[in-house]
């Protein structure tokens, strides 16, 4: 084994956590169309789509652990001699089992699409309450009024957000892209970073702060297909 091969195996495993996320915001967004509906009938089906997302938020955590764990054991490999390759499995496995064993699935409840997803079922469930098929335009008037609460533009960018996350510490909002991108940056020069909304007092922003926010991004595509009809 070569550690370029172990690079490229770790590549792979980035890609398919990325893809583990996609299909996360899937289900949410099933989940909220199902719950807007007020169809009792559909609740086992939300219940076993929030046990898949914590199945999809376990095995999120499982791939971020042994990501660390292979990037650690490989880096004291490279301060050794060749022959310490030929243990490299054996370690990881080693660091990796006792690492796992040592998690609750408690934690997996603070995962920040866990939460993205129990969030969007209450703000669906309220959203259900107060409109009916026969009240469209009321809808209308709701997206108008969020657009103006929240800016659907993204601070750091200063365009329409795509994956609207929301700062939980401060309640802005931000594109995650950009505001990932932007901490990443900040973190490599060694400073925090600062909340990008002017006279935002958080000088911290961190990406466990950052909640998904799908009933936002489903009203920022809501207004993109009026706008496109208008």
Same mark, same amino acid.
Do not use: W
């Given at each position: =084994?070569?550690?370029?091969?172990?690079?490229?195996?770790?590549?792979?495993?980035?890609?398919?956590?990325?893809?583990?996320?996609?299909? =996360?915001?899937?289900?949410?967004?099933?989940?909220?169309?199902?719950?807007?509906?007020?169809?009792?009938?559909?609740? !086992?089906?939300?219940?076993?789509?929030?046990?898949?997302?914590?199945?999809?938020?376990?095995? /999120? @955590?499982?791939?971020?652990?042994?990501? /660390? #764990?292979?990037?650690?054991? %490989?880096?004291?490999?490279? %301060?050794?001699?060749?022959?310490? =390759?030929?243990?490299?499995?054996?370690? #990881?496995?080693?660091?990796?089992?006792?690492?796992?064993? @040592?998690?609750?699935?408690?934690?997996?409840?603070?995962?920040?699409?866990? #939460?993205?997803?129990?969030?969007?079922?209450?703000?669906?469930?309220?959203?259900?309450?107060?409109?009916?098929?026969?009240?469209?335009?009321?809808?209308?008037?709701?997206?108008?009024?969020?657009?103006?609460?929240?800016?659907?533009?993204? !601070? #750091?960018?200063?365009?329409?957000?795509?994956?609207?996350?929301?700062?939980?510490?401060?309640?802005?909002?931000?594109?995650?892209?950009?505001?990932?991108?932007?901490?990443?940056?900040?973190?490599?020069?060694?400073?925090?970073?600062?909340? !990008?909304?002017?006279?935002?007092?958080?000088? /911290?922003?961190?990406?466990?702060?950052?909640? !998904? /926010?799908?009933?936002?991004? @489903?009203?920022?595509?809501?207004?993109?297909?009026?706008?496109?009809?208008?």
């Amino acid at each position: =084994m070569s550690l370029s091969a172990v690079h490229g195996t770790l590549s792979s495993l980035k890609t398919f956590q990325a893809d583990i996320g996609t299909g =996360m915001d899937i289900v949410t967004d099933v989940a909220m169309d199902l719950a807007e509906t007020q169809n009792e009938a559909m609740n !086992p089906a939300i219940a076993e789509m929030e046990a898949m997302i914590l199945e999809c938020a376990k095995l /999120d @955590r499982e791939i971020n652990y042994f990501v /660390d #764990v292979v990037q650690q054991v %490989t880096a004291e490999v490279t %301060t050794q001699q060749p022959e310490a =390759m030929f243990s490299l499995s054996a370690k #990881v496995k080693e660091q990796f089992t006792g690492r796992i064993a @040592r998690l609750s699935d408690a934690e997996l409840h603070n995962h920040q699409k866990v #939460v993205a997803f129990k969030d969007s079922m209450k703000n669906s469930g309220n959203q259900a309450n107060k409109e009916s098929e026969e009240n469209i335009e009321e809808l209308d008037e709701d997206i108008a009024v969020t657009q103006s609460q929240v800016n659907f533009t993204c !601070p #750091v960018t200063q365009v329409e957000m795509v994956n609207p996350v929301k700062n939980k510490k401060c309640n802005h909002y931000y594109d995650e892209g950009a505001i990932v991108g932007l901490i990443k940056t900040k973190h490599s020069q060694k400073k925090k970073c600062r909340c !990008p909304v002017v006279g935002c007092g958080n000088s /911290d922003v961190k990406e466990a702060d950052l909640v !998904p /926010d799908q009933m936002l991004r @489903r009203k920022i595509q809501s207004q993109k297909r009026k706008s496109s009809r208008t």
